[in-house]
């Protein structure tokens, strides 16, 4: 069958092979090879040659076969829930990083609890990842030794250190400091935390945990200890909401709040904009993600960033060098900063 172009159906479809690009760039078969599992020691150079040659010929690696040779070229990403826009900050991190080293990435969720995550990563790992990305997951740290001994792993939000798998987190003992520091500076004493509550058992590493630590050391060297007060919730819009109705109904409410997260943070202000409450002036309310929604002029919601898209990145540049052969633990803290908008300011009467 002839193509308007004047040559046969059997010419256009051929699929570019290995050989024909080592051919084209005038290398190995082993050096294309190198190129295409992203492995150590080969030179930009041929690197630059070879990617150009699979342009020209257009060439594509047969996943099933690169399956074959003990590499799918996958990577799974666990997240517990969704409904949180940082967890997409983060996809969009690894995903980005791992498409540059020739990796697709398959997303699942298990909002339910432990044994829903269980059946999750089991599945990612029958399938032949090559890897995974567990993003604030549930679970002892045992647990997640016990997955990281068979697949690699890189544990995204949690802290480490590890013997068997990678840690990318937030520096989140320093970011609760910088929003407590922020509304002392302002004049608030009565500062609340919001500490996630979910399904399962907090366990040390969480960032809920860390986070609520370092509230309460500031609020100590702040002086404060007298005003800790740590309101145990969801980090959702319906968990900030019901923290707001708790903070408006008592006799002597607090005059700010740390809210965990982005999340409910936004449910908090939701929550005082039905209760005819003022923010700032008020309440000051300080979220923790700086997820897109903080930054809308409507919103201005002052926010601990915690460079997600950098974390994800970092979290998938790890995963990869541990798919290559890298044994020894590595665990990364990142620094974060405050991003003050308009919903802090000083408290009334100040």
């Known amino acids: 069958m002839r193509t308007l172009d004047g040559g046969t159906m059997s010419e256009h479809v051929k699929r570019a092979t290995i050989s024909d690009v080592a051919q084209h760039a005038g290398v190995s078969k082993a050096a294309v090879s190198k190129v295409l599992r992203g492995a150590y020691g080969v030179s930009g150079t041929m690197k630059a040659r070879v990617e150009a040659s699979m342009a020209t010929l257009g060439y594509r690696p047969s996943a099933l076969a690169r399956g074959m040779r003990g590499s799918s070229f996958t990577l799974g990403v666990f997240v517990v829930d969704l409904h949180n826009t940082f967890m997409s900050v983060l996809i969009e991190g690894i995903r980005t990083e791992a498409e540059l080293n020739g990796y697709q990435v398959f997303i699942g969720e298990a909002s339910r609890g432990l044994a829903q995550q ?51 987190a937030s520096d989140d003992i320093a970011g609760s400091a910088l929003i407590v520091d922020h509304l002392v500076s302002l004049g608030h004493r009565r500062i609340a935390h919001l500490m996630q509550v979910g399904r399962e058992k907090n366990e040390s590493g969480m960032p809920q945990v860390v986070r609520a ?39 002597n409410p607090p005059t700010a709040v740390h809210a965990g997260a982005d999340m409910a943070a936004l449910g908090v202000l939701a929550g005082f904009h039905e209760a005819g409450v003022r923010v700032p002036e008020d309440f000051s309310v300080v979220g923790y993600d700086n997820v897109f929604a903080a930054s809308l002029p409507q919103v201005g919601l002052t926010s601990v960033d915690q460079s997600g898209i950098e974390m994800g990145a970092l979290a998938a540049k790890l995963l990869v060098e541990r798919i290559q052969g890298r044994q020894e633990a590595v665990s990364t803290v990142v620094a974060p900063r405050l991003v003050v908008r308009r919903t802090t300011a000083p408290p009334p009467g100040v």
Not at 130 to 155: C, K, M, N, Q
Not at 233 to 248: D, H, I, T, Y
Request: aromatic residues 4%; glycine residues 12%; charged residues 30%.
């Open 213 to 251: 630590k370092g509230y309460v050391d500031a609020m100590v060297r702040n002086g404060l200890e007298q005003e800790i007060d740590v309101l145990e919730g969801r980090w959702s819009q319906e968990g900030g909401r019901s923290a707001a109705g708790l903070m408006v109904q008592r006799k």
């Open 118 to 168: 269980r059946q999750m990563i089991e599945a990612m790992v029958d399938r032949k990842m090559d890897g995974i990305v567990l993003i604030a997951p549930f679970g002892t740290a045992d647990d997640l030794e016990e997955i990281a001994r068979g697949t690699p792993t890189v544990v995204l939000g949690r802290h480490g250190p590890s013997h068997s798998y990678d840690t990318v």
